[in-house]
């Protein structure tokens, strides 16, 4: 089995699909991690605000295998992906790492780049495996966390229930 995160977004019908999402994983691949839940600025383009959070599980899927059924699971939320790089949508589920995987691996780069990039992808990765490291940068993500320029994005957490269960909280 290989640990696996992915990153999660969402701003149309961001609670709904989110969920819709988390159902989805969740009946595929439990147990799963969650962290907590943050909305984010849109990042590139005008558009409302995201939701963003990473989830960890096991997986004995191969990449391409996984990022099929992610692809699925965003189609049956009604993702379109006619548009622009950088628009509004549906749900956007990534894969972050599969275990220690680097390069290209079924058409996916793995570590994602954002990563490094994204306080919405970075603070609740850090969230979620604070010791494990970076497959290429060999840097745990609580050290990146801490490194990063928190300023450069906002990022503010939210209530969330899943299945009666707050998962996240805004307080």
């Given amino acids: 089995m290989t640990r696996v995160y992915l990153s999660l977004g969402s701003n149309i019908n961001r609670y709904q699909n989110i969920t819709a999402a988390l159902e989805a994983l969740d009946n595929t691949f439990s147990p799963l991690a969650i ?15 995201f939701l963003n959070l990473v989830v960890g599980f096991d997986s004995d899927l191969t990449v391409g295998e996984l990022s099929s059924i992610l ?3 965003e189609q049956d939320n009604g993702r379109c992906r006619q548009g622009s790089k950088f628009s509004s949508r549906t749900l956007d589920i990534d894969i972050l790492t599969y275990g220690d995987a680097v390069g290209s691996h079924d058409k996916v780069a793995l570590p994602r780049e954002e990563i490094t990039k994204n306080a919405f ?11 494990v490291l ?8 609580r050290t990146l966390w801490q490194n990063y320029d928190h300023a450069s994005q906002a990022l ?3 209530d969330f229930e899943w299945r009666g269960e707050k998962v996240s909280s805004a307080g």
């Fill in 121 to 131: 992808v970075l603070l609740p990765l850090q969230e979620l495996a604070p010791d």
């Fill in 35 to 49: 962290s907590t839940i943050y909305s984010s600025e849109a990042v590139g383009f005008e558009g409302d605000d």
């Fill in 134 to 141: 970076h497959p290429e940068l060999n840097v745990s993500y």
């Fill in 156 to 158: 503010w957490p939210v």
């Fill in 71 to 73: 692809r699925q699971i």
